[in-house]
């Protein structure tokens, strides 16, 4: 399996403008998470999934931002509009059943607003 | 109050020695789940090792144990004969509520191996 696929892998954008992240999990994996990493807050839960529904979104910082998943493969984390302070590491993460605790990582993408 | 707790920000060790990263944790639920995640410099989260809060022994995964001390609230990750490659984040973290549906990480101890 190739692993989480998270893309882009770097973004650039102007405050104000949308930004969309995706994510393709591990094939098979019921669970989906996404984060974000700051040096000021370290690692955070925004928000996920079980078998594509929202589980937990209370994570997620405000109202610009909004997450989806409408198939099993595929998830998006959308911010708008951006602004400088969403500038951050986004990880996506998947997990199987019970053991959802052992989330396998993408590469994450790293998202700068200017 | 903070639901995980890593007090140490930065920890250092001689090649080949174990070294002990602290995790303390708040909870008031019966069944719960204390995990360590590893952030090498490459950025990349790898899951190390996971203790349930009925397991009654620690959870060992190759050189990496769980200390888990469930009256102190604390699930100390220990790492023996300490390589280069150790050198990282590590997270420690929580799952708690119906269905381990609550997530909770700490902020993190970077380790330093010394050769």
């Known amino acids: 399996d190739a692993g989480v696929i998270q893309s882009p892998r770097h973004e650039v954008t102007e405050m104000g403008q949308e930004v969309t992240l995706r994510c393709k999990p591990i094939?098979?994996?019921?669970?989906l998470f996404w984060y974000r990493q700051t040096m000021m807050r370290g690692l955070e839960l925004l928000i996920y999934?079980?078998?594509?529904?929202?589980?937990?979104d209370s994570g997620m910082p405000e109202d610009r931002f909004s997450a989806k998943m409408p198939n099993a493969s595929f998830s998006t984390l959308k911010i708008q509009p951006s602004e400088p302070r969403d500038s951050a590491v986004y990880f996506c993460a998947s997990s199987l059943g019970r053991k959802n605790y052992e989330q396998y990582f993408g590469p994450g993408t790293r998202l700068t607003v200017t | 109050a903070q639901k995980i707790t890593q007090t140490q920000p930065g920890m250092f060790v001689q090649e080949k020695e174990a070294v002990t990263l602290d995790c303390t944790y708040d909870t008031s639920d019966q069944s719960y789940g204390l995990f360590w995640y590893k952030q090498p410099s490459s950025g990349e989260m790898i899951f190390l090792i996971y203790?349930?809060?009925?397991?009654?022994q620690n959870a060992t995964e190759g050189r990496y144990s769980l200390n888990f001390q469930k009256a102190r609230k604390s699930a100390n990750l220990v790492i023996s004969a300490s390589q280069l490659g150790d050198s990282a984040m590590y997270f420690c973290?929580?799952?708690?509520?119906?269905?381990?549906?609550?997530?909770?990480f700490g902020t993190g101890t970077s380790l330093t191996v010394i050769p």
């Open positions: 094939s098979g994996h019921d669970y």
């Open positions: 999934f079980n078998n594509n529904v929202p589980i937990d």
């Open positions: 973290a929580m799952r708690e509520g119906p269905g381990g549906n609550q997530f909770y």
């Open positions: 203790q349930g809060s009925y397991d009654e």
